[in-house]
């Protein structure tokens, strides 16, 4: 089966790291860009980034540019999104998403939910 | 950065037709993905290149984009079209999304 399975729901405090991963299956997974998307509570859809796992090749929103890192792993087929010192206002649901060679997102992972709070 | 903007919410009763637009300067020359994503689930996507439609989506989805206006279109709506709909293109290296639109069924 064609999937992308993400990490489980974190809960963290201000200040601390976090990593949340993005494994994909069922495909190839060094063919395809992997993106990352935030949702904040009751919000709307925002495009983060995306990274080429066959060669590293990331892109990143100028919003999200320094504030997170997106890297791969493709010998496990995994993506990955980090902060270095999350802030209250990472709290959000974080999706990762494949991306087609026309630029949109075929397929779409369950989300992780990540809360920051003191 | 481009912008793309979109109604905050449309009202449609069951079986007519939904118009859901998403502006943005000379949108037409892009091309524009819709999503739908219900409460508590991931976007899934219901067009891509501005009309077309991924395999499992009905023939009621459909989309088009001229100018400075896409739309998407929904026929004979139904009670389980109600989501959130966004739009989405992508610009100088980057994805670009739309605010969403809560589509409501009556």
Redesign the interface.
Same mark, same amino acid.
Not at chain 1, 108 to 111: A, D, I, V
């Given at each position: 089966e064609v999937q992308l399975v993400q990490s489980g729901a974190e809960v963290k405090k201000p200040g601390e790291s976090l990593k949340i991963s993005c494994k994909g299956s069922g495909y190839s997974f060094t063919s395809y860009w992997i993106?990352w998307?935030r949702q904040m509570p009751g919000k +709307?859809?925002? $495009?983060m +980034?995306?990274i080429y796992p066959g060669d590293s090749d990331t892109? *990143? %929103?100028? %919003?999200f540019q320094g504030q997170v890192t997106i890297s791969a792993d493709k010998s496990i087929s995994t993506a990955y999104l980090q902060w270095s010192s999350l802030k209250a206002s990472d709290t959000a649901m974080y *999706?990762c998403?494949r991306q087609?060679k026309?630029? *949109?997102?075929?397929l $779409? +992972?369950? +989300?992780t939910l990540v809360t920051v709070s003191s | 950065s481009y912008v793309l903007t979109q109604p905050p919410s449309v009202s449609v009763a069951p079986g007519k037709t939904a118009r859901i637009t998403c502006g943005g300067n000379n949108i037409g020359s892009k091309s524009v993905h819709w999503y739908q994503q219900k409460p508590g689930q991931a976007p899934v996507l219901v067009i891509y290149y501005d009309s077309d439609r991924p395999s499992g989506i009905p023939e009621r989805f459909s989309g088009s984009n001229s100018g400075n206006t896409a739309t998407l279109t929904i026929s004979r709506v139904e009670a389980g079209d109600e989501a959130d709909y966004y739009c989405q293109v992508w610009d100088s290296s980057s994805g670009v999304f739309g605010g969403g639109t809560k589509l409501t069924v009556l």
């Open positions: 993106g998307v +709307g859809l925002e $495009w +980034g995306i892109r *990143y %929103s100028p %919003s *999706y998403a087609n026309l630029r *949109y997102f075929d $779409w +992972g369950r +989300g | -």
